[in-house]
T-cell receptor
Framework: ELKVEQNPLFLSMQEGKNYTIYCNYS?????LYWYRQDPGKSLESLFV?????AVKQEGRLMASLDTKARLSTLHITAAVHDLSATYFC???????????FGKGTRLHILP | DGGITQSPKYLFRKEGQNVTLSCEQN?????MYWYRQDPGQGLRLIYY???????QKGDIAEGYSVSREKKESFPLTVTSAQKNPTAFYLC?????????????FGDGTRLSIL
């Protein structure tokens, strides 16, 4: 069965702290996407990870992909309130012709 | 600017009624998708289309129908057979169904039952 699991599903953290969101998936893939969604809004693409060991950074966010462990991480450095949103990972199980989204991690950053 | 336009933003359905959600893109993308999002849930695929005049069922296609008569347009009809239609519906497109580019999403349509 194709599965994508994110954890935690909800995260409340203080400004200035660091934290990591995890995205585990069930079978082999080397294509993974991270999106951000603000309440009531659409999804915005953050990162595209296309190979084992891929690392992408944009501002206070850094994403990585370990295809052997079937794990991607989204690391937040020195969080600021503007990063409050829901973050989704999506895995392209291209051998099965399916893209599966995780349930999302709702991030709430306290001032 | 290129993008995806969904309309309407809010839609109300009466019992027994079919309603159609519009999705138009001017990105010249071949692939288009419809997702349903319920509170606290991820996105679930309803239908997708890789090329004009062709589409495939996703994981939750029952009670929905689509058409792809033009490359730019991929309307979704929520039929009366869909007994629990209240959700946020997102349309997306991508260059190809298996490219190395992320999907681009519209702003969504929120559907409720009257």
């Amino acid at each position: 069965e194709l599965k994508v699991e994110q954890n935690p599903l909800f995260l409340s953290m203080q400004e200035g702290k660091n934290y990591t969101i995890y995205c585990n998936y069930s079978t082999t893939s080397d294509r993974l996407y991270w999106y951000r969604q603000d309440p009531g809004k659409s999804l915005e693409s953050l990162f595209v990870l296309l190979s084992n060991g891929a690392v992408k950074q944009e501002g206070r966010l850094m994403a990585s992909l370990d295809t052997k462990a079937r794990l991607s991480t989204l690391h937040i450095t020195a969080a600021v309130h503007d990063l409050s949103a829901t973050y989704f990972c999506a895995v392209d199980f291209w051998r099965d012709d399916k893209i599966i989204f995780g349930k999302g991690t709702r991030l709430h950053i306290l001032p | 600017d290129g993008g995806i336009t969904q309309s309407p933003k809010y839609l109300f359905r009466k019992e027994g009624q079919n309603v159609t959600l519009s999705c138009e893109q001017n990105l010249n993308h071949d692939a288009m998708y419809w997702y349903r999002q319920d509170p606290g849930q991820g996105l679930r695929l309803i239908y997708y289309s890789q090329i004009v005049n062709d589409f495939q069922k996703g994981d939750i296609a029952e009670g929905y129908s689509v058409s792809r008569e033009k490359k730019e347009s991929f309307p979704l009809t929520v039929t009366s057979a869909q007994k629990n239609p209240t959700a946020f519906y997102l349309c997306a497109s991508s260059i190809g169904s298996r490219g190395n580019q992320p999907q681009h999403f519209g702003d969504g349509t929120r559907l409720s039952i009257l």
